[in-house]
């Protein structure tokens, strides 16, 4: 049972873009920030998404972050075959001193 | 570029301990953190804890505070993480990660980048 949730799954089709929802706490983003990570099959995760929504230089503005309240969201336009990934919110937790993470989401590019 | 190069897999025991390493290069060793989060197969990121190589201060999840050890050898730019009394339910990929370091406030717990990955097996 992660502290963070986020949906099993999400899908759309090529060229179309799908929002990836986290939902927390006061404790957590609620009152901290939020990052997200895309972790393609065998391999690594991969920064996206840091202090809600700023972008590392190298992650291209089809990706975005906005968080509202005790929720965040991550955004992808135009899908690509090679977005396909499962992706994860992050961010700090005051009540528990910890990083917690989302169960993680898994996008399906049809 | 920044690169964290982790060491390679391990089988273990139950009740062993296991010592991962992850040497670090592209930047400056001490000013940034090394956190460590693992992933058993199949599931989501947990996260373990966090050291600051310049002073060697730790903190670590509830979870594994008495088991989990962080350290590093500056003079190599490499970071170490211990966990000691292992059981099946460690068996999982555990990942270094760099994080800003946090001068006021709560850390901002962003990771980027991260290690490869090691697989540690522990299995009788």
């Known amino acids: 049972q992660s502290v963070l949730t986020q949906p099993p799954s999400v899908s759309a089709a090529p060229g179309q873009k799908v929002t990836i929802s986290c939902s927390g706490s006061?404790?957590?983003?609620?009152?901290?920030?939020v990052s997200w990570y895309q972790q393609l099959p065998g391999t690594a995760p991969k920064l996206l998404i840091y202090e809600n929504n700023k972008r590392p230089s190298a992650i291209p503005d089809r990706f975005s972050g906005s968080k509202s309240g005790t929720s965040a969201t991550l955004g992808i336009t135009g899908l690509q075959a090679g977005d396909e990934a499962d992706y994860y919110c992050g961010a700090w937790d005051d009540s528990l001193s910890a990083v917690v993470f989302g169960g993680g989401t898994e996008l399906t590019v049809l | 570029q920044v690169q964290l190069v982790q060491s390679g897999a391990e089988v273990k025991k139950p009740g062993a301990s296991v010592k991962v390493s992850c040497k670090a290069s592209g930047y400056t060793f001490t000013n940034y953190d090394i956190n460590w989060v693992r992933q058993a197969t199949g599931q989501g990121l947990e996260w373990m804890g966090w050291?600051?190589?310049?002073?060697?201060?730790?903190g670590s999840a509830q979870k594994f505070q008495g088991r989990v050890t962080m350290t590093r050898d500056t003079s190599i730019s490499t970071a170490y993480m211990e966990l000691s009394s292992l059981r099946s339910e460690d068996t999982a990929v555990y990942y270094c990660?760099?994080?800003?370091?946090?001068?006021?406030?709560?850390?901002?717990?962003?990771?980027?980048?991260w290690g490869q990955g090691t697989l540690v097996t522990v299995s009788s």
């Open positions: 050291m600051n190589p310049n002073s060697g201060n730790t």
């Open positions: 006061s404790s957590n983003i609620g009152n901290n920030y």
């Open positions: 990660a760099r994080a800003p370091i946090t001068v006021a406030g709560p850390p901002l717990a962003w990771f980027d980048p």
